[in-house]
């Protein structure tokens, strides 16, 4: 058993997949499962040599957990071996499927340094504007996405306006959550709203260009 994945990730992934409210799964994958995934990607990629095809570290390490966690409802300790070697079983024939294609660039929902979570994250946003105009942007784009949601004549489809309410409440609660990248926000909507990947990818794109329109307004205003 590796030094990073012992009891304490194989208990959070049985627990992971008991649990039934959204918060507590998103705590316990942030803080548990995630960073183990992470460990056991770069271990895999770097191991078995993937960087010589796979260049893009950062996408690919992206793409592959959350290839992990799409997974991860489908561990059964009782039918299954260790999560460890479970899931690095997984990750390693992922690795091999993107190699053998010869895919260097793969991507979510784009550059991770850029959209409404880098923005409202106190951490990169402390350089820009203080902490109070932080707050009062925030404020202004959860007021106008709700004003979108409740105009019946938005052109919203019903997943976007699912992905839409998951967005305003993690700005809502954005302190408690601590989501502070793309990946995180994506992870805990997937959970929230169970839609495929490529629904939430859509939907998200289409929120992103409201919040930098909100975003230049404020700016402007």
Known sequence: MKYYWGTEEETAIVLFNQMENVEEKHVIYVDTIEPAFQRLVENIYYAYSFNKTLYDYDSIKHEAITHLYEKLNRYNPQLNKKSYSYFGTIVKNWLIQQSNSFKKQIFIDGDSRDGIVHDLSMTQYANKIVENES????????????????????LLTSD??????????????????????????????????????????????????????????????
Not at 192 to 221: C, Q, V, W
């Open 135 to 154: 707050k009062n942007l925030i404020d202004r784009v959860i007021n106008e996405l709700n004003e979108i949601i409740e105009d019946e004549n938005n």
């Open 160 to 221: 976007d306006g699912k992905v839409l309410s998951i967005v305003i409440e993690v700005l809502k609660k954005y302190h408690i959550l601590n989501i502070t990248n793309k990946k995180q926000l994506y992870v805990y909507v997937r959970e929230a709203t169970d839609l495929p990947s490529r629904k939430i990818t859509k939907s998200l794109n289409k929120i992103k260009s409201m919040y930098t329109h909100i975003k230049l307004d404020f700016i402007e205003g």
